[in-house]
Nanobody, 125 residues
Framework: QVQLVESGGGLVQAGGSLRLSCAASGRTFSSYAMAWFRQAPGKEREFVAAISISWSGGNTYYTDSVKGRFTISRDNAKNTVYLQMNSLKPEDTAVYYC????????????????WGQGTQVTVSS
């Protein structure tokens, strides 16, 4: 069982930055692929970024709309995954969720086993 707790959301002006954190419980954090998803009002949850388990190289994968602006990383010593978000746009406004799964990183939300409660990110124009 893995419990995930997100933090770091807030209100920021367009062009600004935020760093989201996701703290995970459990001793096997390093064996989970981790991802960030987001859900805007009236829209489906969408994939944002993912990072593989460490011994597979810590590979990362991003949705096209955030490439070059967002960076996902993980610190296995702290059981934490981060999402650094730069050059934020109003269309980035959403609730951001952290997710974990055993196995390879993937962009399908239904294949993730554990979810956090979400953190709100609001970007004003």
């Amino acid at each position: 069982q893995v419990q995930l707790v997100e933090s770091g959301g807030g209100l920021v002006q367009a062009g600004g930055s935020l760093r989201l954190s996701c703290a995970a419980s459990g001793r096997t954090f390093s064996s989970y692929a981790m991802a960030w998803f987001r859900q805007a009002p009236g829209k489906e949850r969408e994939f944002v970024a993912a990072i593989s388990i460490s011994w597979s190289g810590g590979n990362t994968y991003y949705t096209d709309s955030v490439k070059g602006r967002f960076t996902i990383s993980r610190d296995n010593a702290k059981n934490t995954v981060y999402l650094q978000m730069n050059s934020l746009k109003p269309e980035d406004t959403a609730v951001y969720y952290c997710a974990a799964r055993r196995g390879d990183l993937i962009s399908r939300a239904d294949l993730y086993d554990y979810w956090g409660q979400g953190t709100q990110v609001t970007v004003s124009s």
